[in-house]
């Protein structure tokens, strides 16, 4: 990366700073601008968050959540901010097409760039940043560079609740091969200064609608297809399907997952139907890299074990029979036993 400025020194006194986060943000998003906020805040910067759209109910807990500007709802809020802004932040995200229309707005902006993230092959567009593929989730990240900055002690039970939402997420429970030792430490400093570990995970893995349950168990029985010879399975969701589980935001968060925890599934997709596109998530387990197919495939990407891409030209039927042809190009990779 060319001409780095250190964060102590960008953060050396009081500025306008944004804090941006990726479209439909999750956890780990809204966690990370939340709880580095609260900090930037009681060092005497001025913070707004601007998110491209909104987030799931089940993260309308963290604090100061209220207050994040979504530019689909306000553009004009947004834009005004990011025009005044000193220091614009990337939270969760280092391609500016993942910010959807504020990225756009970035990429005009003549503030200083700053990214924060965690995912491969990040765009050459900031002077700051604290990134690395090897951290879990972005709030490890913004958890190390308050260490870094020696402002841990700024960090209150809320700001940690947020962080804590963001490593807990995005190691899928602690369970992924991305839960460190390190960030094992990390939480166990979250909960030394009251991070209620219980409260959160209630407040994010058990608020379910009952359409949501009757949405996962339809899918689950009517939508799943395992193609045992590629070791893949997949479930995708029509825009009708969703319609008659009145599905909302965030409802088919995880659903990928149960595909992938089939005994000896390799790759696992979800296909769904919505605003006049098909979303997609893929996942892995062991050597297979989603982002390499996701990337290759579908203009999509990001971990090797986790990825998504998104179609606006193909039907749902269209975007399955693709995905379908494509197995056999992948069939030594999917079916080689990991030494």
């Known amino acids: 990366m060319h001409n780095h400025i250190p964060f102590k020194e960008l953060l050396a006194e009081p500025k306008k700073l944004v804090l941006t986060i990726h479209l439909n943000p999750d956890a780990d998003a809204l966690g990370s601008a939340l709880g580095f906020a609260r900090v930037l805040r009681k060092k005497g910067h001025e913070v707004v968050i601007v998110s491209p759209n909104s987030f799931p109910d089940f993260l309308k807990w963290m604090q100061g959540w209220e207050q994040v500007l979504l530019y689909d709802k306000n553009p004009e809020a947004a834009r005004s901010a990011l025009a005044q802004a000193d220091v614009v932040f990337s939270m969760d995200y280092s391609a500016l097409k993942r910010g959807g229309d504020v990225g756009e707005e970035i990429k005009k902006s003549k503030a200083v760039k700053a990214i924060i993230d965690h995912h491969r092959e990040p765009e050459n567009y900031a002077q700051a940043m604290q990134w690395s593929i090897e951290a879990g989730a972005t709030c490890e990240l913004v958890y190390d560079l308050l260490v870094e900055l020696g402002w841990e002690k700024l960090l209150d039970k809320e700001a940690g609740e947020c962080l804590y939402a963001g490593i807990m997420t995005d ?169």
Request: hydrophobic share 40%; charged share 20%.
């Open 171 to 339: 190691t899928g429970g602690f369970r992924h091969p991305n839960t460190t030792q390190h960030i094992h430490q990390i939480v166990a400093s979250l909960m030394g200064i009251g991070v209620d570990v219980a409260k959160v995970s209630k407040l994010i893995y058990d608020t379910n609608t009952v359409n949501r349950i009757k949405l996962l168990g339809f899918a689950l029985s009517q939508r799943l297809h395992v193609l045992t010879e590629y070791n893949v399975a997949y479930i995708y969701l029509s825009a009708k399907d969703l319609a008659s589980f009145h599905a909302q935001k965030g409802d088919t968060e995880g659903l990928v997952n149960y595909a992938l925890s089939i005994k000896g599934i390799v790759m696992a997709a979800l296909f769904t139907e919505k605003d006049q596109m098909i979303k997609m998530s893929f996942r892995s387990v062991g050597n297979f890299s989603v982002n390499e197919f996701a990337r290759t495939n579908f203009d999509g990407g990001g971990h090797t074990n986790a990825a998504g891409g998104v179609s606006k030209e193909l039907s749902l039927e269209a975007v399955i029979d693709k995905f379908e042809k494509l197995l056999p190009n992948y069939k030594t990779a999917l079916t080689k036993k990991d030494e």
